[in-house]
């Protein structure tokens, strides 16, 4: 029996008589969720000082004049407390975003680093200090600010500074000549001066610091 093209084209039955049959689909196994990575000024978890430790240094700190009024034995107690937080200082201190912003400086082991001749034992008596800020501003400025009063007058000691980075925990500020500033007059005098100092520990609420003759410095993000 013959049937036409036209009858055979028609037929569904034949339409597909020849033909390869049609592939499964195939099944890919379900793509895995990467984890999510989120960006943090916070240093890593791994090597996050204990709350206690930060809450230590800074209460034996208060009060006490940035370090003036502390008997030796208290100086020891602050400098064992800056040991134990080193040992959680982040890697790299220096290119870490934490040690921009605007500090206060809670201590120093010797007064005169510090301010200078105005934190000296007869420049406290005649300049009332009434805060002591470090601001250092991305990528490379340092600015230090000294206020205090005299005589009934408000005034402040400015000092505007470059900061090189020497290895990464040691930078290095070059300091433009002091500004004075006592009511409504102002002056510079001297001339430059140079600071080098280690990072040795620095959080979002605290920056330790070790100046190169040994003097530590405690700092408190505002």
Not at 4 to 33: D, E, G, I, K, Q
Not at 166 to 180: G, H, M, N, T
């Amino acid at each position: 029996m013959k049937m036409s093209a036209s009858a055979a084209a028609a037929s569904p039955a034949l339409r597909f008589s020849s033909a390869t049959p049609p592939l499964a689909p195939l099944h890919r196994p379900p793509r895995r969720r990467l984890p999510t990575v989120r960006c943090s000024l916070a240093a890593a978890p791994g090597v996050r000082a204990p709350p206690e430790l930060v809450d230590s240094i800074l209460s034996k700190v208060k009060g006490t004049d940035r370090g003036v009024l502390l008997p030796q034995e208290g100086h020891q107690e602050v400098a064992d407390v800056a040991l134990q937080l080193g040992k959680y200082c982040i890697d790299d201190p220096v290119k870490s975003p934490l040690i921009f912003g605007e500090w206060e400086v809670m201590y120093c082991s010797v007064p005169t680093s510090p301010g200078g001749l105005y934190r000296t034992p007869l420049g406290r008596l005649i300049f009332k200090t009434d805060e002591m800020i470090q601001v250092v501003e991305a990528p490379d400025i340092v600015r230090n600010k000294v206020s205090f009063s005299i005589f009934g007058l408000e005034g402040a000691v400015s000092l505007k500074g470059k900061l090189n980075v020497l290895d990464s925990k040691w930078i290095q500020v070059i300091f433009e000549a002091p500004e004075l500033k006592v009511g409504s007059l102002g002056f510079q005098y001297g001339g430059e001066s140079e600071v080098k100092l280690e990072i040795t520990y620095v959080d979002e609420k605290i920056r330790l610091g070790k100046g190169s003759r040994g003097s530590l410095f405690v700092f408190l993000r505002r």
